[in-house]
């Protein structure tokens, strides 16, 4: 599979963004979205998986995404590359890049994840959209 999303954490205190350069998932809102607004859907969990990802191994989450046999793996920042942003206008702009598709980012702010689209590259409540 082709990784065509990123995976952040923007923080209350400064604002800037970790962003994860590897999920194994080309990030779709029925599977990545589903994962990380049912699995890390608060701040402690998300700020792990951002950390440790899901610490090298795929996880079942077949009864999440309603796939047979579904797996699904973030490597966190010390496992593998990551980058930080300044601001959600200077994460936007992967999408300048056409490979990226979504980008999702929990908010320590709203204590939620939130999505933007290729298509719509306006950051909006992941639990909205699904």
């Known amino acids: 599979m082709e990784t065509k999303t990123l995976i952040g954490f923007q923080n209350l205190s400064d604002n800037k963004i970790t962003v994860l350069e590897h ?5 779709q809102l029925s599977t990545t979205g589903k994962v990380l607004n049912n699995l890390y859907n608060n701040t402690t969990l998300a ?3 951002i ?4 610490l090298e191994e795929r996880i079942d989450v077949s009864s999440i995404v309603n796939i047979d046999d579904y797996t699904w ?8 590359g990551y980058k930080i942003y300044n601001s959600q206008s200077e994460f936007l702009e992967r999408f300048s890049n056409s490979w990226y598709q979504y980008l999702y980012m929990f908010s320590e702010t709203d204590n939620e994840w939130q999505v933007a689209s290729k298509d719509n590259q306006t950051f909006k409540s ?3 959209e699904l």
Request: hydrophobic share 25%; proline share 4%; net charge negative.
């Open 126 to 128: 992941l639990a909205s």
């Open 23 to 27: 999920c194994d998932d080309p990030g």
């Open 51 to 54: 950390e440790d990802g899901t």
């Open 73 to 80: 793996c973030c490597l966190g920042v010390g496992f593998r």
């Open 47 to 49: 700020k792990k998986l």
